[in-house]
């Protein structure tokens, strides 16, 4: 069973392993996934202790949603429903998250969350919103993702409960700008979305051909791939050869991919919570099985530098889809 740790000055039952519904939605970067296998999927994973799922209405225009919603109608007590908003504006936040309400047919959201900052917006604005949905019941806790030091400090003065990072072996660079120190210090639980970068980290796509088309449309994969928003040269010169010497050491180690890209993570102080996509049962089970392995410190170590040359090379933007704002990304 995965382990839950309680969300401070809360009852929220924070699960250390969290499910992720982007992949539900039908999404182009997923394609479609069948509903009752999604459905089985979250009830499997509430049945063996994780009580945290992540959603948008952003995923799929709100299929993602729908679909968590009508998986955990008879078991809302068991499960603490999380999903956010991409609208900087008071009225916007207002009428999205009683549209996600409708959709979840919940009439509260456990943890709301800021889905992406908005530098021309102030803070002050959308956190207040929140906290208006806040005091009407409609949410219980204030979330954020993607905010950086800069976004942490403008928020002082409001509770909020986690900040959710993209964060992996291969896409590290939220240690190098002060956010995980900024989140620790202002009392936020950490989770780490994209743990296995997206599918790359399970050791099944050996060259930029395996990947599906829709796929590539992160920082990971060049723009010539022309499926995303940034304009970067990409970094598949150096997370393939990168991924191939993790297959070795998997290989001398005994560990499978999956669990040296978990290992890695639980390895991290600053991580309470590990937010990972599994399409079916299948995938399920065997990342339940990875994510209670305990991974050795000196394997930990060893990929830790190994993946060390990717960090350096891949610069001081975190965000892992734009290179916006004279290339400083979003996560500020
Ligand atoms: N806050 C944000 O801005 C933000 C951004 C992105 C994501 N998120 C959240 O984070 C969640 C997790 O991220 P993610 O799903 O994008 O990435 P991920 O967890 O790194 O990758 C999940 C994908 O990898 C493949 N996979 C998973 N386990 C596998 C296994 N054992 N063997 C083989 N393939 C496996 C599956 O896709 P295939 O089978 O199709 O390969 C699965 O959908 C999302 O669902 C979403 O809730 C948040």
Known sequence: MVESYRLKDSDICFSRMALGTWGYSGAE?????????????INEAIDNGI???????????????????KAVRNRRSEVVICTKVRLPHRDEIIASCNESLKRLGTDYIDIFQVHWPFRDVPMEETLGAYEELKRAGKIREIGVCNFGPGCIDASKGHRIVTNQLPYSLIWRLIEKNGTLDKSIAAGMTIWAYVPLAQGLLTGKFHCVDDVPLG???????SSSWKQGRHTDSGFEDIIFPFLARLGEVSAESGYSMVELAFGFLKAQKA?????????NPEQLRMNLKAFEKRIPDDVIEHITELSEPLKERMGMNADLWENGDGGKGRIY
């Open 215 to 221: 796929r590539r449309n992160s920082r990971f994969y």
């Open 29 to 41: 970067v997923w394609g479609k996934n069948d509903d009752e296998v999604s459905i089985r999927t």
């Open 271 to 279: 991580v309470s919570s590990i937010l990972v996509g599994c399409r």
């Open 51 to 69: 009580t945290v799922f992540d959603s948008s209405p952003r995923y799929g225009d709100g299929k993602a949603e729908e679909v968590l919603g």
